[in-house]
């Protein structure tokens, strides 16, 4: 088998249905993986998955009741959850709303913990020594260095996305379960069409990236492919920034 094969593994995708959720899960896809996404909105799940080839779940997983949802359409054994489902939220320091900061807490990051845990029997039984379970965190860029514009609550999340990445991996690694998280500089996605939708913006944007250009979906798919296969099983607790050189 390739080096960065993920042929027959079972993969789980949340926030699947558009931008790096639906990179992921497209990769997946391709490389013959059996992949399940989940997202809020029915309409844009369904037609997520007849295009991608993936079955997908409505659900919203900032609530226990859309975690359990989703547990229900799950088979008994997975092989790979990509955490991937977050919102974001701008507004003025002073101005900024209590249940905008509620709000992305409990979907970045709270989210994220419980949906791992409720999980971890059914990664349990796909984990061995030789190839582990796999947890792939979506952080992002922001939870490295200070953004310009004022996203507290999403920043701030995301560097707890980082360390409880980190506290996880820490935890998990006796159980031949690892847990990495990616964080992405630009790419297309519904968060950052406030900046690439424009042309003047974008190009703003590509150049303030040491390399020159927003991210593809190849770039996205690849960090976690590279996560799930054989090429990445000895790695857990990092946090690698596809950024094209930002945080550097």
């Not at 993920?6 to 993986?33: L, N, P, Y």
């Not at 088979?75 to 101005?95: H, I, K, R, S, Y």
């Not at 991996?169 to 406030?194: C, D, W, Y």
Request: glycine residues 10%; proline residues 6%; charged residues 20%.
């Amino acid at each position: 088998m390739s080096l960065f094969s993920v042929e027959g593994k079972t993969v789980v995708v949340t926030g699947g249905s558009r931008g790096i959720g639906r990179m992921i899960a497209q990769g997946f896809a391709d490389g013959g993986a059996t992949v399940f996404i989940s997202a809020r909105k029915a309409h844009e799940v369904a037609r997520a998955a007849e295009e991608l080839g993936c079955v997908g779940v409505p659900a919203d997983l900032s609530t226990a009741a859309g975690i359990d949802t989703l547990l229900d359409e799950l088979p008994e054994q997975v092989d790979v959850l990509v955490n991937n489902a977050g919102a974001t939220w701008g507004a003025p320091l002073e101005d900024f709303p209590e249940h905008a900061f509620d709000k992305l807490w409990n979907i970045n990051v709270k989210g994220v913990f419980y949906l791992t845990t409720k999980l971890l029997p059914r990664l349990r039984k796909s984990a061995t020594p030789e190839d582990p379970a796999r947890v792939i965190n979506i952080g992002s860029v922001d939870g490295i260095r200070v953004p310009s514009i004022e996203n507290y609550p999403y920043s701030a999340s995301k560097a707890g996305v980082h360390m409880l990445t980190r506290h996880l991996a820490r935890q998990l690694a006796g159980e031949h379960i690892t847990v990495n998280a990616i964080a992405p500089g630009p790419f297309e996605s519904k968060m950052m069409a406030f900046a690439l939708d424009d042309p003047e913006a974008r190009r703003m944007v590509a150049a303030s990236v040491p390399l020159g250009r927003i991210g593809r979906p190849d770039d996205m798919a690849g960090a976690a492919i590279f996560l799930a296969s054989r090429a990445g099983a000895y790695l857990t607790g990092a946090v690698i920034p596809v950024d094209g050189g930002i945080t550097a």
